[in-house]
């Protein structure tokens, strides 16, 4: 049974870089084909899909936050991270890690999400 777990601060200040890892269990971040995202839903919208890191490392971004966001991994911990530099209130949002497959559109495994605030 695969299983992801969001980590990270819950409140960052604006300007500031929005860092969250998702620990992966049960199953390799390397192993092909799967492909590990990024989503997020601010309050009262729906879900955004924010970048994604393949098996083999390669990564793609949201047309929308590409200029802002970053998503690497540490392969030794089974992990895979997201950084999002110069945050502002509208950047506050539950924050969700998935799984899905590469040049695939659905998740069949989630995180239970985490709240993220940006605010003074």
């Known amino acids: 049974q695969v299983q992801l777990q969001e980590s990270g601060p819950g409140l960052v ?12 269990s049960g199953g390799s971040i390397t192993t092909s084909y799967f492909a ?7 309050p009262g919208k729906g879900l955004e899909w924010l970048g994604v890191i ?6 793609g971004y949201s047309p929308s936050l ?3 966001t970053s ?5 030794i911990k089974n992990q895979f991270s997201l950084h ?7 950047d506050t949002a539950v924050y969700y890690c998935a ?11 989630w ?4 709240q993220v605030t940006v605010s003074s």
């Open 36 to 42: 590990w995202s990024w989503i997020r839903q601010p």
């Open 99 to 109: 799984r899905g497959e590469v040049a695939g559109d659905e998740f069949d495994y």
């Open 111 to 114: 995180g239970q999400g985490i």
């Open 54 to 59: 393949n098996f083999d490392g390669t990564t």
């Open 13 to 24: 200040k604006p300007s500031q870089t929005l860092s969250l890892t998702c620990t992966v």
């Open 71 to 75: 998503i690497s991994r540490d392969t």
């Open 66 to 68: 590409k200029s802002r």
């Open 84 to 90: 999002i530099t110069s945050v502002t209130p509208d």
